[in-house]
């Protein structure tokens, strides 16, 4: 009971990643998803650099920062390059 209490606590985009993390978790044996993985991060990078922020650690925040803009970046050009794939064949 403690543990889904401490969960609805969580902010949203935390609980999705989390929750994206958990259905993966019993084949970790696997490599997860590629574009699982990069939501993932750009969901707890966003998070975390808020928290940062709201804590004044402004340098931590800005890598944070762009650990997020990197992993979109490659999400997007992932999905493009798979666009572009698809349309070739």
């Not at 949203?12 to 993985?37: C, G, I, K, N, Y």
């Amino acid at each position: 009971m403690a543990a889904s209490s401490a969960q609805s606590k969580r902010p949203p985009a935390l609980r999705d990643a989390t929750a994206l993390l958990m259905r993966h978790r019993p084949a970790f044996a696997e490599p997860l998803p590629r574009a699982d993985v990069l939501h993932y991060i750009t969901q707890m990078t966003a998070e975390l650099s808020s928290l940062a922020r709201s804590a004044r650690l402004d340098i931590l925040a800005y890598f944070l920062d762009m650990a997020r803009v990197e992993a979109a970046a490659t999400a997007v050009d992932e999905a493009v390059a798979d666009d572009q794939d698809d349309s070739a064949t």
